[in-house]
């Protein structure tokens, strides 16, 4: 007997760009981890489309499992790191708007 798979949610999730670091347009949400609030799980780092989900390097922190961090130029604001970080784990990674993460962090994401 085999089982279906409704894949509906996947339709809202815009498709990867041709060339890595590099956006189509500028998306209007990014993804932020709350390093502070991260068990370093990674459970997020699989379900990213454009892959730009990596630990932040040991030295920082100087724990052994460090924290996860968005490579926000290449963010591409699809929600599904942050669905899948509530849902499976802990909410360490919530969406903001654009201008918001520009004018807080003071960086210009090209798109």
């Known amino acids: ?6 894949y509906d949610h996947y339709k ?15 998306p209007k949400l990014i993804a932020v ?11 997020c780092v699989p379900f990213c489309p454009v ?4 630990p932040v390097p040991t030295e920082k922190y100087g724990t052994p499992i ?13 929600q599904i790191c942050a669905k899948a970080c509530t849902k499976l784990t802990w909410d ?3 969406m903001i708007k654009t201008e918001e993460f520009e004018e ?7 798109g």
Do not use: F, W
């Open 66 to 78: 460090p924290p996860v961090q968005v490579r926000h130029d290449e963010c591409i604001g699809c």
């Open 12 to 26: 809202t999730v815009p498709e990867p760009a041709d060339k890595v670091n590099y956006k189509k347009k500028k």
């Open 51 to 54: 892959d730009c989900i990596e």
């Open 92 to 94: 360490a990674i919530r």
């Open 33 to 43: 981890v709350d390093e502070d609030n991260c068990t370093g799980c990674q459970v």
């Open 1 to 6: 007997m085999s089982k279906e798979y409704n």
């Open 104 to 110: 807080t962090y003071d960086i210009e994401l090209s």
